[in-house]
């Protein structure tokens, strides 16, 4: 009776948040199927990158490493002056700009046939994916009053972003379209789909930007609120060092694997980005309900030792071991979009 009891209880909490999230603001159910439609397509070939530049552009594992880097870094450090930049003109106009962005650089990539077109495109890709990302996490928040609502949202985001992390390499890999560089185009055409539900959904609910938001939220006040909050420039740093580590795992990591796993490295690199995804889908919400209790702190701390614990992994497997890899994944998997979801939401 206990255990009916207690499966119904789930049941109850499970139906109650979904309601939650279909009743959120039309805006915000634009950008969660935003985030599942573009993230399907983007980790149809994005993981592969790599591959494509070694196999068709004949490049050294450090140019690959540079280029994959750039990316990354560019979109990382890019990802708090976007969110200014979205504070003085208006969450609308920046997204909007970064999906416009992101269709020119998906189309750069499907076309390039030089080394230094397919670099400016992997960078912009990095760039226009902050300018949608950053005020994107702001929108949910001012548009979501309530805090365990707006928590709920952060999480339904990451989730859907890791439901196309793992549908998007099967897909890919089984319609033979991984590692191919035309489907950039088709990752193209999601992002000129999404602009135009943007379009669409701000147009219907207007937003209002303070006339005094441009002088508020000039860089240099924000460089002294920076100075000012040691610990909110730790946590900045913090996340920018671990998202460096992450990017080993689209960059340094699908480079080992497809220089020595042979054959089967395409193949392997698939079934780790699967399992980066397949793990959120399946446990993020069971551990969100579990961790809830818990201090923000105390989430963070457990999250970061496992993640460098599976990183710790990776140093002592061999390439032929498939399901090594796969566990080793498992604890980078979740962590970090568990953290932020948590730590945006407040």
Known sequence: MVAGESHGSHADRWTCDVIKLTASP???????????LTRTAFFMVWP???????RDFHLSPSQVGSILAGASVAGNLMGFY????????????????????SVVAFM??????????????????????????TPGSALISEAIEEQAARELAFHARYFLANVGGAIGPLMGFMLGLAAQQTTFFLTALTY??????????FRQARENVSPHAKEEARLSNVISTLRGDHGFLMLIIASFLAYAAYAQVDSTLVQYLNLTGGKEGVGL??????????????????LLRLLRAYDLYVRIYAGLTLFIAGFVSYVFLPVNSYPGWILG?????WPLAACEAAISAR
């Open 82 to 101: 976007f969110g200014n930049l979205s504070d003085r003109f208006g969450r609308r106009n920046i997204m909007i700009a970064g999906c416009v962005g």
């Open 48 to 54: 592969f990158l790599a591959v494509i530049l070694l």
């Open 108 to 133: 750069a990539l499907a076309t390039a046939q030089s080394v230094f077109w397919y670099s400016l495109g992997a960078v912009l890709v990095g760039l226009c994916r902050s300018a949608i990302e």
């Open 329 to 333: 994944t498992w604890p980078i998997a």
């Open 192 to 201: 000129l789909v999404f602009a135009g539900a943007l379009v669409i959904g």
């Open 26 to 36: 039309p805006l915000v159910q634009i950008l969660l199927a935003g985030t599942l």
């Open 269 to 286: 690199v698939t079934a780790l980005v699967a399992t980066n995804g397949l793990t959120i889908i399946v446990f993020q919400f069971p």
